[in-house]
């Protein structure tokens, strides 16, 4: 099992920066886990669930056209945690912030994958 928990949700003046956190806990020492590619997605009210930036195992990004040159994602590995760093946020940036993994399990036979979601940080931005 694997759990997601995010921090650095809040209100921020338009123009302003915030910092969302993840950090995966639970059983990922398993030595026959590992945890892929990580990144964010965000929902706005009435709006489908959308990708923001993805970052794979060895550090490539991939990220929005909406967010590129605003926001950078990073990646600790040995902490099991990413960062979202939010610069120059627009009101078009409000929303439920959801991270999210992508896992696999193995054997010597089997190659298992499941993607795993935070329960979602709210980001508000005022204008």
């Known amino acids: 099992q694997v759990h997601l928990t995010e921090s650095g949700g809040g209100l921020v003046q338009a123009g302003g920066s915030l910092g969302l956190s993840c950090v995966a806990s639970g059983n990922i020492h398993a030595p026959t886990f590992r945890i892929n590619t990580m990144g964010w997605f965000r929902q706005a009210p009435g709006k489908q669930r959308e990708l923001v930036a993805t970052?794979?195992?060895?550090?490539?990004?991939h990220y929005a056209d909406s967010v590129k040159g605003r926001f950078t994602l990073s990646r600790d590995n040995a902490k099991n945690t990413v960062y979202l760093q939010m610069n120059r946020l627009k009101p078009g940036d409000a929303a439920v912030y959801y991270c999210n993994a992508e896992t696999e399990w193995s054997t010597v036979l089997d190659r298992y994958e499941r993607d795993y979601w935070g329960q979602g940080t709210q980001v508000t931005v005022s204008s």
């Open positions: 970052i794979t195992n060895d550090g490539i990004t």
